[in-house]
Structure formats: structure tokens, C-alpha cells
């Protein structure tokens, strides 16, 4: 009834350290005996320097004892100090937290009576307690591993609070909280399940571990927020509902890699100096729940400038927010509100990673600065110098930024292989920028050579789509004929790739016009079923029979939907947060007029259409056409607003002129390209080639802007 400042007690069987049964069926078990604790015992699993266990010992002074001073210091010693539990594992942060709590209980006018210490104790907490610790360590270092242990092992922990720290490349990979991790992981079929790595998730599962323990408590942390909406962590959500009774998220968001912004456009700001977003969450179990039934869950947010999430916080307590239910469905169950009701019409569609059986997310090399490169001499002159022995490693590893890990080794690299010339290959890097890489698994961590290996002829066209997005408007598609860079077109997670056709290993070789030597890409379930629907035959490449229709033709039907704005408006709740699904056609008439406009936005976006060669801008100055600016908003000039025309200057004499403010302005892949193509090439010299590409882009960019204007006066379903 007194929360925080509760003081009733409860009996529990503890262990005697150092004593053993010495005869009998328990011989050699440990001796336990009957212990009275406080019931309510607080924890912070992160205590840093101990700022959440100081904000328990205010709360409980102004809210009990501001007006009753002279019971206090004999509160503090016989139930507070004895219930206040925190774990640090850095002896900095230890050692501060520690002089914080003595101050502020000092500035409280506590007085002690004896000697007494605080349950801060130097450990890590995501490591199981240690049966053997006496044996471990020295004098000190062995009691204070004791004292930790028993928190961990047999205190009924009630109350879990604190910030835990973030870091997906977490260190803390001990068998125990791995082992606790896997309720987060069960039955997720994914292929990248790294996020769940992430230190701050395992210390929610933590904290979850001891009220499940306990069988009643809070949990109550404030968080990176990406658990709250994440493909990846449905199964933690859903772990979480079956486990606690209410749920509250407090989603204060100010997520800069989201580029977030308040409803009405004003700007966002994080509660912390950090990118991703933050939520403060809070897990209530209760005494005798019932284990069938999912929890209630409770959201709100807030939006702003970080001055007024502060002023909206200080002001508020759960009880004075504006809480809205949410209704978790499977298998996402989001914490987050979410506009689902077209979710069974939508579903009724093909998923875009079903009927292109074989795909996968982009190259991840983790050594960009290396083994890619805009130009193919440049980089084939690196590569060898990377292979030359007569370089030291120290200088390689300088110039190029280069870092050892427990998967690679730059020495061990340099000594085992040799320059390849028939390794350096084309990559899609970004919307309409394809540099070269050198293609070599010692080089590069993650190289998906299962699906781009599909790609190596030249000869083949894939299909790039994002899976999920954190970007506000939804635009993650394009095309390829190269391999792709996992960024190329999805900004802020990643990419994914779907050859149009599959060729065996030693028909790499082989043209997409020798049919007997490649195969379509393709579920033939989900083939069949469009033949029968459409009445038509396919085929496995293009003939000249209306009554056929064959893998390109899918895959410009499929490339116009996905550009298809009222798809995307329609549809963006369900194509930010998994592979996006494709109506089946609907009937013949729309099927072939999307496959045409499909068609005719892929030759434009591979800059392969006459079209994008009916250039509609102008690089009139003459000079070193060299980028020195940085293309930003004041190198950027919009001068006509009645034609909506625009110049962007890239150096102090030149620019490139009549850049239509549609296109300067349009996204793909959450880049603009009209923009972007310039920014990576600052303090490089523009070719002639260049200038008539960058020309090209703007061509491509508006086009693309008309087609998808008749796309939408197709009713596609």
C-alpha cells in the first residue's frame, strides 16, 4: 500500500555460503536456511552513477517523510538502505554512486546510527551468479562478488528501474543471458536477428527474469525505442504481453535517423544527445495472473522540442497522461498505434520475397573506403597496393581506415591471398550510381554470393526492395543489373535483392537470350495461379504470341505497382514493416497496361530509354568542373517559381541550370538523387561523361514522376 516506501517483509530460503550437507541422499548440496527480507525490494541493474536509485530514495522522502524528519534516519537504516539494489560494472560509476547516495542522504538529514553499506555492488549483471565466487578472487573483490550473488540468486527482486545501455555489437554474449534471449528469438525465421543482441534488450529480458522469479513486480526502463515497432523483436513483444498483465510505452521518440518530426511539421528533438529514438516502458505483473491471457496495453507519446518532452514529464505521472489502448494482433504485435484494417485485403496478395524464391539483402564489405570505388583503374591500382608486401600493414591500415576483428585479420589477409583483376565487378551503390568492387569473400564480411552470383554475367536484371523503413514516406524500390550495396535503395535499414533469373555456377557466362542455360527466378505456385487468372501461358522468355506472358513481364507488372502511388499511400502502414505484397492482377486490360508503364519506368531508371537522352537541363559555364561546394541549401538557387525551376551551383563560376524543382526535390530509397549523385562526388573533377549522366538523372527523375501520374490512373485492384 506504500509503494516504494512499503516496509513489509517476507521469508525466503537462502544459501550458507562455504556449507555443504556432509552425509545422507543430500551429501555435498549446499546447506539453505529460512531468511525474513523486505518484500519490495528495488533493483537498477545499470546503476551508473546511481542517479534512478537517488530518484527512489527523493520520491520516498518528499512523498513519507519531509514532514516526519524524526522517523527518518531510523526508516533509512532499517528499510531502505537494506531494499535499494544496484549493479555497475565499471569502478568509476561504482565508486560515484555510492558518494551520490551517502550526499543525498546526508542532505536529507539522515543520521547513522551504525555502519552500514549500499547494495551497490561491482559485477556484471547479464552474468548468471557464480557458485564458486569465495574461491575466485581476493579478500574484497570476493565479498563484494558474494554480495552481488546473493541479489542475483535469491533476493525477490520487485521493483527493476534504470536506463540500460545500447549496443547492438554487444560483448556480453555469456551463455546464461543467451540462453535467456532465446524466448526473444523462438521461432522467428529470420535470416539477421542481430538486433536482439542488443544490450539494452537483453536487460529488459533480465529485468523480466526477476519479476518472473518473483512472480509480481514492475519493470520500468527507459530505452531505445526500437522494440516498440521492430519486425525483428514481434516475438519479444509477444513474450513480453504473455508475461506481464499492462504494459505502458511512453514513446518519446526524437529519432534523427527516422529524420522524425512533430504532426505539424515543427522539429523533434531526442531527450538524450543520441540518434535513435527513446521510450520510457513500463511492465506491470501481478500476484496470480492469468497465463492464457495477453496484457493491456497502454500508449502515448510525446513529440517536440527536448525542452518541452522535459516540461510534459516533470508535469505529468501515468496517471495525468492521455493513455490509448492499443489491440496487439500477431504475429507483429506492435507496441506502437498502427492504421491495420486493410490488413486481410492486403494479405490476399503475393509477397515480393515469395514468388522471387531466391534473394537476399545487399553486400555488406564493412571496408567501403577499400574495396569500392567509382573509378575501375583506381581501384585495381588499391587492391595491388593492398596486396603488396613492400607496404607495411600500419600504413594500409591507416590510409584506408581499416579495423581488425574477430572474423578478419588484415595481415593474415595480406600474406594468404593475391590481386585478382577478374575479381573487380560492377555494384549498384546507389539509385542511379554504380561503382566498381572488388568481389572476394576475404575482403568483404558479407558478400550473399548465393543470390549475386546471379548478377557476375552482367547479363541478368534484379529487383532491390526494402523490407521495412524508418524513413517517413515509402519509395524503397528500384532495379539493378549489377550486384547491390545493402544501402542502395533503402537509406535507413537496409536492402534487398531478387534476381530476375538463376544461372548455375559454370553458366555464369551464358546471356539471358541461351533460355536452356538459366532458369526464371520464380514460385511456380504463384506463376500458376496469375496464368489461370489471366487465361495466358508463360513462358520462359519473351515470344511474340499475345497469349503468352513470361519473367520480365512479372517483373514490370510488380515494378509498376510498387510505383504506384496510391499503393503506397494506401499500403505504407504494412510496406514500413515487412517485404511489401503484390495484388494479383485483376484482370488482362490491367495487367498488360502496367506491364507496359512497368517497362517503361525500368529502361528509365537503368538510363537505358532514348527518353532520359532528351535532356532538359544545361551546364552552361565553362570551367574545371570541379565540385567545391557542398550542396547544400545555399548552393542551391530557385529562380523561377512560376516554371518551378532551379539551379544548384557546384563550384563558383559553374552549375548545372533548369533542374525542375520536382525532380531536385524527388526521393527514391529515402535518398534524392538529384542531389546526392553531386554531394559524393565533392572535390572530385566531373567528366564528360558526368555531366551528361547528372543530366540524365534529372531526365529520369521527372519521368519517373509523369509515369507514376498514369500508373495511378489505373485501378489496380
Partial sequence: KDGLADTSKTTIEVEVQGAVVNKGINKGKAIRQRKEVHKVQVLDPATGTGTFLAEVVKHIYNAKFAAMQGAWSGYVEEHLIPRLNGFEILMASYAMAHLKLDMLLAETGYQAKKDQRFNIFLTNSLEEHHPDTGTLFSSWLSTE??????????????????????????????????????????????????????DYIKFIRYGQYFIEKNGEGILAYISNNSFIDGVIHRQMRKNLLEEFDKIYILDLHGNSKKKETAPDGSKDENVFDIMQGVSINIFVKCAGRESEKLAEVNQSEIYGRRSEKYDMLLKNTTASLNWGKLDCHAPEY???????????????????????????????????????????????????????????????????????????????????????????????????????????????????????????????????????????????????????????????????????????????QQSLDESSKSK???????????????????????????????????????????????????????????????????????????????????????????????????????????ITRKIIQKDWEFYDTDKQLSRIWINDNQYFDQIPLIAWEFYIGGYQPAQKWLKDRTGRKLSYADILHYQKIIKALIETDRLMKEIDKINIE
Fill in 145 to 198: 562478488a558474494n554480495e552481488a550473488n546473493f541479489v542475483k540468486r535469491d533476493r525477490p527482486v520487485m521493483v527493476v528501474v534504470g536506463n540500460p545501455p545500447y549496443s547492438v555489437s554487444s560483448s556480453n554474449k555469456g551463455d546464461w543471458i543467451q540462453g535467456l534471449l532465446k524466448d526473444y528469438k523462438k521461432d522467428l525465421n529470420e535470416r539477421n536477428i542481430q538486433p536482439l543482441s542488443d
Fill in 520 to 626: 526464371p527466378n520464380l514460385s511456380s505456385e504463384i506463376v500458376e495461379k496469375i496464368s489461370v487468372e489471366l487465361g495466358l501461358s508463360f513462358v520462359n522468355e519473351k515470344e511474340n504470341d499475345a497469349n503468352t506472358f513470361c519473367p520480365i513481364d512479372l517483373l514490370d507488372y510488380i515494378y509498376a505497382v510498387l510505383y504506384s502511388p496510391t499503393y503506397r499511400e494506401t499500403y505504407k502502414e504494412f510496406l514500413k514493416i515487412d517485404f511489401p505484397r503484390i495484388p494479383y492482377p485483376k484482370d488482362g486490360d490491367t495487367f498488360w497496361q502496367l506491364v507496359q508503364l512497368g517497362g517503361q519506368l525500368r529502361q528509365i531508371h537503368l538510363l537505358e530509354s532514348p527518353v532520359v537522352e532528351e535532356y532538359i537541363t544545361s551546364y552552361p559555364k565553362d570551367g574545371d568542373n570541379i
Fill in 334 to 508: 506492435f507496441f506502437v498505434k498502427k492504421e491495420l484494417g486493410l490488413q486481410t485485403k492486403y494479405k490476399q496478395g503475393f509477397a515480393i520475397n515469395t514468388i522471387f524464391r531466391i534473394n537476399s539483402s545487399g553486400v555488406t564489405t564493412h571496408r567501403d573506403n577499400l574495396v569500392i570505388y567509382l573509378d575501375k583503374d583506381v581501384l585495381s591500382k588499391r587492391i595491388e597496393n593492398f596486396f603488396n608486401p613492400d607496404i607495411p600493414d600500419n600504413e594500409i591500415r591507416s590510409k584506408y581506415k581499416l579495423k581488425d576483428n574477430c572474423d578478419w585479420n588484415l595481415m593474415e589477409v595480406r600474406r594468404k591471398n593475391q590481386f585478382q583483376q577478374s575479381a573487380l565487378k560492377k555494384i549498384a551503390y546507389r539509385p542511379f550510381d554504380n561503382k566498381y568492387i572488388y568481389y572476394v569473400p576475404s575482403l568483404i564480411d558479407r558478400d550473399r554470393r548465393d543470390t549475386m552470383q546471379h548478377f557476375l554475367n552482367g547479363k541478368n536484371l534484379g529487383i532491390a526492395f526494402g523490407r521495412q523503413t524508418k524513413n517517413k514516406a515509402v519509395n524503397h524500390f528500384f532495379i539493378t543489373k549489377y550486384i547491390i550495396e545493402k544501402k542502395y535503395a533503402e537509406s535507413s535499414t537496409q536492402c534487398y535483392c531478387a534476381p530476375l533469373y538463376l544461372y548455375s555456377e559454370s553458366n555464369n
